[in-house]
Structures are given as structure tokens and as C-alpha cells.
T-cell receptor
Framework: AQSVTQPDIHITVSEGASLELRCNYS??????LFWYVQSPGQGLQLLLK??????LVQGIKGFEAEFKRSQSSFNLRKPSVHWSDAAEYFC?????????????FGIGTKLQVIP | DGGITQSPKYLFRKEGQNVTLSCEQN?????MYWYRQDPGQGLRLIYY???????QKGDIAEGYSVSREKKESFPLTVTSAQKNPTAFYLC???????????????FGSGTRLTVV
């Protein structure tokens, strides 16, 4: 069974500082990995996804993530955080299960941005 | 623009009542999903449907029911058997099959259900 661990429940960074959100996954084969962002009271928006190939993936809003198979990690990064990045971030792992996308989500990391 | 519409945004339910949450998509996606979100617990899968007139239970289906009579619509009914229904409910859709390049969900903006 697949699983996702986001070890940080809350993270606070200063505006303009760099950001790294951690994600570890468990899956027997090559995983499909995702990062989603959720603003308060809203649905989730896909930031980026990894399936194969280049292990550094670029996403929207200036985010990137790096897949490291040896560490079973898929950490999300941004060089300079903006106040509008304050939100909750979810890492997810997907797999093909009987012809449908079975996606398991982490519990989320809430990002606070201070001036 | 294509997307998923969930309604209502806020819903209040009295004890013992059934309520139905609406989810409509115009993305021509085959697969649709319902998730429940509680603080500190992430998203938990309630039901999913890969094609019209077919759906499967997810991890927490007890106390919920769904129907999939049209490709565009996947309503969720929260029944009186659901003992703790207060939560944020999210509907999502995706292309089906094994074409991994199309993987990734599109989410609606959610319905917040509160028991009063």
C-alpha cells in the first residue's frame, strides 16, 4: 500500500526567504508524485507532478520539487517566498489501481509567511 | 472555462437528516471522486466512480451514498447514519485509464457541512 508522510505540520518563513517542504513516500514501484496547494476554504490546486525522467520538476507559481529515489523523498522548494504563498500544501502519491488513479494524500503542511 | 462546480458552499444539517452535496464537471473526465477533509487528517476517500452507473467505496464510505447517472454529475448524500458529518467535502475528477501523463486531479472548491 502506498503512503505519504509530511513531517512538518506547520512552517513559518519570512517573506523573501527560501522554502523547503518535506515529503516522504512509500510505494513499491515507481511512484507518481504530486504537490497540491490549498488556500483557506478552497479546493486543491495542482502545483506540479512527477512521473519519470528529469528528477527536478518545475511547477506553477515558481515552485519546484526534486525526486530522490534513494531517500524516497519529493521535497517542494521555492527560492523566495511571497506573502501570497501562505496556504496549506499537500504531497500525494499516485498509482494505477485497477485502471483508476489511486491517490493518497499526506496530512498537509500549513505555511505561514511573516513580513 | 472547464472545471468542477460544487454546491452549496455551506450547508447546515439537523440531526437525523439526509443532505445531498452536488458536484458537476464539464471537463469530460471519466473518473470522479469524493473526499472528506478534517483538520490534521488530510484527505480521506469516500467514494469514487470510473464510469457512468458504476462507483466503488473508498476508505470511509459508511454513512454516505453516491450515484453516477451522468458523466458530468456525481452527487454525494450524507445520511443520518454518518455520526460525525461535520467536515469539508471535496469533489475531484480525472481522466481515467493508464495514461499516466494525464494523471492529476482537478478539485472543486468544496462544501462545508455543519451539523446543527
Amino acid at each position: 500500500a502506498q503512503s505519504v508522510t509530511q513531517p512538518d505540520i506547520h512552517i513559518t518563513v519570512s517573506e523573501g526567504a527560501s522554502l523547503e517542504l518535506r515529503c516522504n513516500y512509500s510505494y513499491g514501484a515507481t511512484p507518481y508524485l504530486f504537490w497540491y496547494v490549498q488556500s483557506p476554504g478552497q479546493g486543491l490546486q495542482l502545483l506540479l507532478k512527477y512521473f519519470s525522467g528529469d528528477t527536478l520538476v518545475q511547477g506553477i507559481k515558481g515552485f519546484e520539487a526534486e525526486f530522490k529515489r534513494s531517500q524516497s523523498s519529493f521535497n517542494l522548494r521555492k527560492p523566495s517566498v511571497h506573502w501570497s504563498d501562505a496556504a496549506e500544501y499537500f504531497c500525494a502519491v499516485g498509482a494505477n489501481s485497477g485502471g483508476y488513479q489511486k491517490v493518497t494524500f499526506g496530512i498537509g503542511t500549513k505555511l505561514q509567511v511573516i513580513p | 472555462d472547464g472545471g468542477i462546480t460544487q454546491s452549496p458552499k455551506y450547508l447546515f444539517r439537523k440531526e437525523g437528516q439526509n443532505v445531498t452535496l452536488s458536484c458537476e464537471q464539464n471537463l469530460n473526465h471519466d473518473a470522479m471522486y469524493w473526499y472528506r477533509q478534517d483538520p490534521g487528517q488530510g484527505l480521506r476517500l469516500i467514494y469514487y466512480s470510473q464510469i457512468v452507473n458504476d462507483f466503488q467505496k473508498g476508505d470511509i464510505a459508511e454513512g454516505y451514498s453516491v450515484s453516477r447517472e451522468k458523466k458530468e454529475s456525481f452527487p454525494l448524500t450524507v445520511t443520518s447514519a454518518q455520526k460525525n458529518p461535520t467536515a469539508f467535502y471535496l469533489c475531484a475528477s480525472s481522466e481515467s485509464g493508464t495514461g499516466y501523463r494525464n494523471y492529476g486531479y482537478t478539485f472543486g472548491s468544496g462544501t462545508r457541512l455543519t451539523v446543527v
